[in-house]
């Protein structure tokens, strides 16, 4: 049987109904407290079964309450389990939630590691990030592009590296499995995450777009790599990058303009006007108890130029990704007119 963190998650809810769909025996690992509007919209948006109901759904599965911190809820929960696919991570940029960002994605991850080789668990899965590579302005990312030192762009960054170092710790430990790095992901979702928050911004008429590169890939895509490797043992040990297309944000912004029915933005942000942007964003916040939308950390990424290599995941899969275009499309069919 299979464990899996993160399933009430973006990308999680997608790779727990492609393990529904492959028929795995599979045990949800989540929080007391974690929704399931996520879950839910992943089925209804992708069940082709109309006699099958959501509660069907859930009910196929084995579900385990529990926290990543707390040692005793996650030994309950992998009692019994084979193989483990951790998905949980927390995506933020925000300099309050570094304690929790750390926690999460690198001590737990090193937890969870420690358990899988103490309770003789042999494979372990891990969903991790572009962010944990070597990204050098202008120069293309390839899967070798993991050094032994790093200098972090941000907490996130140094989090999904230091999980990423503990996963292949474990695997010269004894362990076996498959490491994706997907990058920026797109399509459908439930949550109001900042993603959403962005396209509702050009939908109101944003004129500026930031002057950066990178990587896309639809969660669709993510969610049927990672199961098609897990599924296939000779592919084990390894990276892989999971990107469908290097875009640049004027590309991104003009794509969710099209599909909105409104002008792309045509006037270009530099650096020194993003960076201008984040000052008065930082004392508004101060101003009304608001949380800053702009962080330093994502000022230097949308200022920046990142191009990665898919070349390896699609040679090994055959296989072919969906484009950014018709993904956009889906998120703001399906995300923002649901």
Known sequence: MILITGASGFAGSYILYELFRRQKKVRVFKR??????????????????????????????????????DRESIEEAISGITEIIHCAAIVSFAKP??????????????????????????KFHYLSSIASLDRNNDNTVREENFPVTKKFSSTYSQSKYLGEMEVWRGYQEGLTGIILNPGVITGPMAEDKPTLKLINVIRKGFKFYPVGTNGYVDVRDVAGTFVQLIDSEEFYNQRYICVSENLSYREIFAMVAVHSGVKAPSIRATRWMTITAMILDHIRAVFTGDHALFKLELVKLINSHYFYDNTKIRNTLGYQFMPINQSIHDMIKYSINP
């Not at 960002?101 to 420690?114: C, G, S």
């Not at 899988?116 to 042999?122: F, V, Y």
């Open 32 to 69: 007391p407290d974690s929704s399931f509007r996520q879950i839910e919209f992943v089925f209804r948006l992708m069940n082709q079964d109309k006699e099958l109901t959501f509660n069907d759904y859930i009910n196929y599965f084995d579900w385990a309450d529990g926290n990543l911190d």
């Open 97 to 122: 939630d570094k304690n929790k960002i750390l926690n999460i994605n690198y001590r737990a991850t090193a937890h969870l590691v420690n358990l899988a080789i103490e309770k003789g668990i042999s």
